[in-house]
């Protein structure tokens, strides 16, 4: 099974980020508008600028460069301070928003992550996924992103610095030659702008003349940094997203339909399938929901959602499932072509805290039930065990995709 990797990158996080706070105070002009930058003290001529508007950048002001000369190129220039508590919890805000997508999540700095989607797609595709995120975070957080979408980290990465702002970019395998290899050698990840003269020297001056330079040459000149950049150039990269566990605050899954569907039965399948995925992580996570939210999305793009508190906070597939159900029905209309449905559980509490109640001893049935799945899921894959609801899901998927 190839890796499902997406990379999510905030478009000029800092600007960005000190915008939306402005603006919350009372500020009648977006500063992303204007000639602007965040940049250290205005008063000292050492003060550099660590980031900039598209104004600014259309006057020449880079990145890393002083305020004082940036000033000069820009007399205009209006320079806001950072503000790194609010950018640790805008950070956290798209964490948290992402981890309804995944539990595998490599935070690579304040402003970027990888995504590890393999086990998480449920039949629906990556590409969905990274159109999925980028509108979320765009309505719900107010600032934009770029998702690079990919079979590994490394041309996840390479896809998301394609052209920006609120872009999505794929790079497949059989995309390399057309939309990285033309690219200046010196934009290939992770390589030092010491060897860039040194490459160009050799005649090599494109991503893609590295990767058909003879790698024994890179070996004797550059060691094992000369076999990782010819690997890297032809889009080879093994590395796992390493992400360390943390409680979510909301866990939740969606898959787009392979066709438009009306009938209420086979909508159901759809959810079930979701419930079991969503409480699948629940139980991983030792928590247990006390909200679920069902999401529909028509062929015409309009969205519903319902959501209701359940009788008491449960990680149970049959309890989700049931309670989604209801919502179902209850938005279901007639003749509603539906496209896409969604599946979230919400105000979670830790399993520790909640005191068990007399119902939930009865149902110690089924959370064995749940239990032996999930050791069934652990050691043999999460595909390895599905109830037969699922399977009808997975049918009808697949007989689209034979008849396409």
Request: hydrophobic content about 40%; charged content about 30%; overall charge positive.
């Amino acid at each position: 099974m190839k890796r499902q990797i997406l990379h999510v990158d905030v478009n000029n996080a800092f600007l960005s980020w000190t915008a939306l706070e402005l603006l919350k105070e009372g500020a009648k002009v977006d500063i992303r508008t204007i000639p602007s930058i965040i940049g250290g003290d205005e008063s000292k001529r050492s003060g550099i600028v660590l980031a900039k508007s598209m104004k600014a950048k259309e006057c020449g002001v880079v990145t890393g460069e002083t305020i004082y000369s940036a000033k000069r190129k820009c007399p205009n220039l209006q320079v806001f301070a950072s503000r790194y508590g609010k950018y640790k919890e805008y950070s956290n805000q798209l964490y948290q928003l992402l981890l309804e997508y995944t539990d595998q999540i490599e935070r690579y700095s304040i402003d970027e992550c990888f995504l590890d989607m393999t086990h998480f797609l449920l039949k629906d595709t990556l590409l969905n996924k990274a159109v999925e995120i980028n509108k979320r975070v765009k309505e719900e957080l107010g600032f934009s992103v770029n998702v690079g979408v990919a079979h590994n980290k490394l041309l996840a990465k390479m896809a998301s610095d394609f052209t920006k702002p609120d872009k999505i970019h794929t790079l497949w395998e059989e995309e390399i030659s057309s939309k990285m290899w033309n690219l200046p050698v010196g934009e290939l990840f992770m390589l030092g702008k010491k060897t860039v003269p040194i490459l160009q020297q050799m005649g090599i001056h494109t991503i893609g003349d590295l990767a058909k330079t003879n790698q024994t040459i890179l070996i004797k000149k550059f060691g094992k940094h000369g076999k990782l950049m010819w690997e890297y150039a032809n889009g080879v990269d093994e590395t796992e997203v390493h992400y360390q566990p943390e409680k979510p605050k909301g866990i939740g899954n969606s898959v787009t339909l392979p066709m438009d569907i009306s009938v209420v039965e086979k909508l159901e399948e759809v959810l079930l399938a979701l419930a079991e995925q969503v409480s699948y992580r629940l139980r991983r996570h030792e928590m247990l929901a006390n909200v679920v939210n069902v999401q529909l999305r028509t062929k015409d793009f309009e969205d519903f959602s319902h959501q209701e508190k359940l009788e008491m906070a449960t990680a149970s597939t049959k309890e989700i499932y049931a309670k989604a159900k209801k919502l179902l029905q209850e938005m279901a209309r007639s003749g509603m072509q539906i496209r896409l449905v969604g599946l979230r559980v919400d105000h979670l509490t830790s399993k520790d805290e909640v005191q068990l109640s007399l119902f939930a001893q009865k149902n110690e049935k089924q959370t064995r039930l749940d239990e032996v799945v999930d050791e069934l899921k652990a050691k043999y894959g999460y595909q390895s065990v599905t109830r037969a609801g699922k399977l009808k899901v997975e049918g009808m998927i697949k007989l689209k995709e034979e008849k396409e």
